[in-house]
């Protein structure tokens, strides 16, 4: 494998790990809309203008605290554009990956 290739890897499997941690869905469902995104992507774009992905998780404490001050949970979920499933998550005491925290 290239290094081209294992950068694009990757690419992909961060965005899948994220996009997993924000929605809950399974990875088999989140990896077939991923990787055709991401094929298409490098298509149109071409690999050397494509952003470098990052690895960031959502704001834990930053919601926590917001739970607290009494923000319902519809607000929360808006406002730091998680899903119903990462809420609850994190307000029950689990980090990401699902242990307790």
Known sequence: ????ARS????????????????????AHV?????PAFAYMLREYGGDRLPKATRRGPPVEDIR???ARGLSRRE?????????????????GKNLGGTEK
């Open 31 to 35: 990896r077939q809309f991923v990787e």
């Open 1 to 4: 494998m290239t290094t081209a």
């Open 65 to 67: 605290s917001a739970a």
């Open 8 to 27: 694009a890897k990757a690419m992909v499997d961060d965005i899948v790990s994220a996009t997993i941690a924000h929605t809950g869905y399974p990875e």
């Open 76 to 92: 929360l979920c808006k406002r730091f554009r998680i899903s119903a499933a990462t809420l609850y998550r994190i307000l029950d």
